[in-house]
């Protein structure tokens, strides 16, 4: 593969090649320059953030979902375009606005002040915040572009251009943010005011990565829409996210209020810094939310967006957070604090399913074995998983050796032992399909995130009901 270290050797390389593959490296460009917002929102923070923040997550949700599935640009291009366009306009205002500022405080200041140098770095943050809009309109421009070409107005060639902008645009904003500030004169006194720009790198390796994995799916045989849509669920920055994005981003994400629901958004944007998959349907819905909606700002859009996510959460994760706070109830009768165990479970679904398993399986081993040391009862350290069960459960009078003496005891023992039978297919299911036991690479069982959230909700159930009774008895 040949590199990629510059926008000319982007287009070369797009030449002839699936205008999907343009729509979805344009839409990845343009995200790498998320944390460049946080540059515009010092001063008038309300209106930036309802007149540039929200219509660029929205342009940049468009061409997103056009870019993960490219067969379905059409629906979303006039979103696209409009979202685009409206972030578009107000940050080359701002920016035009900043700049007269700056040039009014020279002509009225001959000297160099803390004022003049205080309008030219507001000019210079709104420049770049122009910028990163600007890599966003062009990604929409290229779903605009698909769906045109589709349709048989334009063509490849225009798609390949909207690509190759939007990378341009994302790389000059995010070599802004770094190298502007180097070269703004700072008065003596305000020294303390100097920013140390650091090291910008690795903006064109992202992208020479997203190519390479491109050009594989390609070789492979497989159609475009399979690539991209591979592609769009790996993490933003393949070869590792640089340190002044997670810097950066943080700060960003600080300056957006809770009041105004910003939460969708964050989780939005980090799925996709992180590579999480991706809900089409969900996706679609957020995107044919009314215009007229979108117009009344952060707070009223963002809750709808808020109701959209929550109706269309996964039960089985539902599941799995009840019988979390189920556990975390029982931690203060029981004084066992399983906390650690409990967040790798949570932590690991729905994107490892095989370690949410193994984790389920050591909280449970953990339970009984703690249920048993607090009563003294001491346990061989090889002792089998069944048999750590069946001392377990009989310590907690669950499990009795003599017939039940009444009806509503030989229906309590018929629920331990579906509790026993549960407990201990939860380490068989391990042994099978979790983690503890290497397996050969590429022949590993496969394991979907529903049935590691059964394994995982149920274990949380039977450790808290352990607990229970151990805090009874």
């Given at each position: 593969?040949?590199g990629?270290g510059?926008?000319?050797a982007?287009?070369d390389?797009l030449?002839g090649?699936?205008v999907?593959?343009?729509?979805?490296?344009?839409?990845?460009?343009?995200?790498?320059a998320?944390?460049v917002?946080e540059?515009?929102l010092y001063?008038?923070?309300?209106?930036?953030r309802?007149d540039?923040?929200?219509?660029?997550?929205r342009a940049l949700?468009?061409?997103?979902?056009?870019?993960?599935w490219?067969?379905?640009?059409?629906?979303?291009h006039?979103i696209a375009?409009s979202?685009g366009?409206?972030a578009?306009?107000?940050a080359?205002?701002l920016?035009d606005?900043?700049?007269?500022?700056?040039?009014?405080?020279r002509?009225?200041?001959?000297?160099?002040?803390?004022e003049?140098w205080?309008?030219?770095?507001e000019a210079?943050?709104l420049?770049?915040?122009?910028?990163?809009?600007?890599?966003a309109?062009?990604?929409t421009?290229?779903?605009?572009?698909?769906?045109?070409?589709?349709e048989?107005?334009g063509g490849?060639?225009?798609v390949?251009?909207a690509?190759?902008?939007?990378a341009?645009a994302a790389?000059?904003?995010i070599?802004?943010?770094?190298?502007d500030?180097e070269?703004l004169?700072v008065?003596e006194e305000?020294?303390?005011?100097?920013v140390?720009?650091p090291n910008i790198?690795?903006?064109?390796n992202a992208?020479?990565?997203?190519v390479e994995?491109?050009?594989?799916g390609?070789n492979?045989g497989?159609p475009?829409?399979a690539?991209v849509a591979?592609?769009?669920e790996?993490?933003?920055?393949?070869?590792?996210?640089p340190?002044?994005?997670?810097r950066?981003?943080a700060d960003f994400?600080?300056r957006?209020p809770?009041?105004?629901?910003?939460?969708?958004w964050i989780e939005?944007y980090?799925?996709?810094?992180?590579?999480r998959?991706q809900?089409?349907?969900l996706?679609?819905d957020?995107?044919?939310?009314?215009?007229e909606?979108?117009?009344?700002g952060?707070?009223?859009?963002?809750a709808?967006i808020a109701t959209?996510?929550?109706?269309?959460s996964?039960p089985?994760?539902?599941a799995?957070?009840?019988?979390?706070?189920?556990?975390?109830?029982?931690?203060q009768?029981?004084?066992v604090d399983?906390t650690?165990h409990?967040?790798?479970?949570?932590?690991?679904l729905?994107d490892?399913p095989n370690?949410a398993?193994?984790a389920?399986?050591n909280?449970l081993e953990?339970t009984m074995?703690t249920?048993?040391?607090r009563?003294?009862?001491?346990?061989?350290?090889?002792?089998?998983?069944?048999?750590?069960?069946?001392?377990c459960l009989a310590?907690l009078?669950l499990?009795r050796?003599s017939p039940?003496?009444t009806?509503?005891e030989k229906?309590?023992?018929r629920?331990?032992?579906s509790a026993?039978?549960?407990?201990v297919?939860?380490?068989?299911v391990r042994?099978?399909?979790?983690t503890?036991?290497?397996?050969v690479?590429?022949?590993?069982p496969?394991?979907t995130?529903?049935d590691?959230?059964?394994v995982?909700s149920?274990?949380?159930i039977l450790?808290?009901?352990?607990l229970?009774?151990?805090a009874?008895?």
């Amino acid at each position: 593969m040949a590199g990629i270290g510059d926008s000319s050797a982007l287009h070369d390389w797009l030449n002839g090649r699936a205008v999907e593959f343009a729509c979805v490296l344009a839409t990845r460009a343009a995200l790498r320059a998320a944390p460049v917002l946080e540059a515009g929102l010092y001063e008038d923070g309300a209106e930036r953030r309802r007149d540039i923040v929200l219509p660029w997550f929205r342009a940049l949700a468009a061409s997103g979902f056009a870019g993960a599935w490219p067969e379905r640009a059409r629906e979303v291009h006039r979103i696209a375009r409009s979202a685009g366009q409206d972030a578009r306009t107000t940050a080359r205002d701002l920016e035009d606005d900043a700049r007269m500022n700056a040039f009014e405080a020279r002509d009225a200041i001959p000297f160099m002040s803390y004022e003049v140098w205080h309008y030219e770095s507001e000019a210079s943050a709104l420049k770049d915040v122009q910028r990163a809009v600007e890599a966003a309109v062009e990604a929409t421009q290229s779903v605009v572009a698909v769906a045109d070409a589709a349709e048989g107005i334009g063509g490849s060639a225009t798609v390949y251009e909207a690509a190759v902008l939007a990378a341009q645009a994302a790389h000059s904003a995010i070599d802004g943010i770094h190298g502007d500030t180097e070269f703004l004169e700072v008065p003596e006194e305000d020294e303390s005011e100097r920013v140390v720009a650091p090291n910008i790198e690795g903006f064109w390796n992202a992208v020479a990565l997203d190519v390479e994995l491109l050009e594989s799916g390609e070789n492979a045989g497989e159609p475009p829409e399979a690539t991209v849509a591979g592609l769009s669920e790996k993490s933003l920055w393949l070869g590792g996210t640089p340190v002044w994005v997670s810097r950066w981003w943080a700060d960003f994400r600080d300056r957006l209020p809770d009041a105004e629901g910003w939460q969708v958004w964050i989780e939005w944007y980090e799925a996709r810094l992180a590579g999480r998959r991706q809900d089409a349907a969900l996706e679609a819905d957020l995107l044919t939310i009314p215009d007229e909606e979108w117009a009344q700002g952060p707070a009223h859009v963002n809750a709808i967006i808020a109701t959209l996510i929550a109706s269309r959460s996964d039960p089985l994760l539902a599941a799995v957070a009840r019988g979390f706070e189920d556990l975390e109830a029982v931690r203060q009768a029981s004084s066992v604090d399983l906390t650690r165990h409990m967040e790798r479970i949570r932590n690991a679904l729905p994107d490892d399913p095989n370690l949410a398993i193994g984790a389920t399986k050591n909280m449970l081993e953990a339970t009984m074995k703690t249920i048993l040391d607090r009563r003294g009862s001491s346990t061989p350290e090889n002792i089998g998983f069944p048999d750590l069960t069946t001392r377990c459960l009989a310590e907690l009078g669950l499990k009795r050796s003599s017939p039940p003496a009444t009806e509503a005891e030989k229906h309590l023992g018929r629920i331990a032992s579906s509790a026993q039978r549960m407990i201990v297919a939860a380490n068989d299911v391990r042994r099978r399909l979790g983690t503890g036991h290497e397996r050969v690479v590429g022949k590993e069982p496969v394991v979907t995130a529903a049935d590691a959230s059964l394994v995982a909700s149920c274990g949380y159930i039977l450790a808290a009901w352990l607990l229970r009774h151990d805090a009874e008895g």
